[in-house]
């Protein structure tokens, strides 16, 4: 299994909801990332996981709560988000550079938000 | 400040001939380079990459030359295909010391256009 999931393909919500994100992964890696993209834009980086662990948070506000509750998925709960916070969120996996590989992100397809 | 850059937005390449899209960088610490291809509303597909420590990767019909004194590296696509045709991504990683993830630096992207 070579592949990144994320669900939902599509989400639509209000600025008082609570919504969440999840990605998974099968290929053993120990590193996994959540990325923000907005159109005609490069991802930008917004949490690195690396074994379990949370090891970059890029200033991302606080409605933004990652959670890793196994090597295998990547949670992204959402709450009192803004307009402005729609964008496709990415997420990918790395093996980490211990496992002697060059540490490539393999991204999923992403979840296409939008905040009304 | 833009660390990674593509200055070509965009490149028209007929079936069968080369394209070659580049990419510059500033920081001298990044020692690891990548090329992602993206179909609009899809995740980045990773092409290939390339360590510092080398100057030319070869997969395929995709070929990752970079010159460490210009900071400078390109993506070789021979022959092109009209499936080629996506926004291609370069990405710089520095290895952040003693850790095992790297964050990764994209370019603003350059949309590559293969007609048949």
């Known amino acids: 299994d070579t592949e990144v999931t994320q669900t939902p393909k599509h989400l639509v919500m209000g600025m008082t909801n609570k919504k969440s994100l999840k990605c998974e992964q099968h290929?053993?890696?120990?590193?996994m990332y959540w990325y923000k993209q907005k159109a005609k834009k490069p991802p930008e980086l917004m949490f690195v996981?690396?074994?379990?662990?949370?090891?970059i948070n890029e200033s991302v506000p606080s409605r933004f709560s990652p959670e890793c509750p196994n090597s295998s998925l990547l949670n992204l709960h959402l709450h009192a988000l803004q307009p402005e916070d729609s964008a496709l969120y990415l997420c990918?996996?790395?093996?980490?550079?211990?496992?002697?590989?060059?540490?490539?992100?393999?991204f999923g397809p992403g979840t296409r938000l939008t905040v009304l | 400040d833009q660390q990674v850059k593509q200055n070509s937005p965009s490149l028209s390449v007929q079936e069968g001939r080369i394209s070659i899209l580049n990419c510059d960088y500033t920081?001298?610490?990044?020692?690891?380079f990548l090329w992602y291809k993206k179909y609009p509303a899809e995740g980045p597909t990773f092409l290939i990459s390339?360590?510092?420590?080398?100057d030319k990767n070869e997969d395929g019909r995709f070929t990752v030359f970079l010159n460490k004194s210009a900071k400078h590296l390109s993506l070789h696509i021979v022959p092109s295909q009209p499936g080629d045709s996506a926004v291609y991504f370069c990405?710089?990683?520095?290895?952040?010391?003693?850790?095992?993830?790297?964050?990764?630096?994209f370019g603003q992207g350059t949309i590559l256009t293969v007609h048949p």
């Open positions: 990405a710089a990683s520095a290895r952040a010391g003693g850790t095992s993830y790297g964050k990764l630096t």
């Open positions: 390339i360590s510092s420590i080398k």
């Open positions: 290929m053993g890696h120990r590193a």
């Open positions: 920081n001298s610490m990044f020692d690891y």
């Open positions: 990918a996996s790395s093996p980490g550079w211990t496992s002697g590989s060059l540490n490539e992100q393999f």
């Open positions: 996981y690396s074994y379990e662990k949370l090891s």
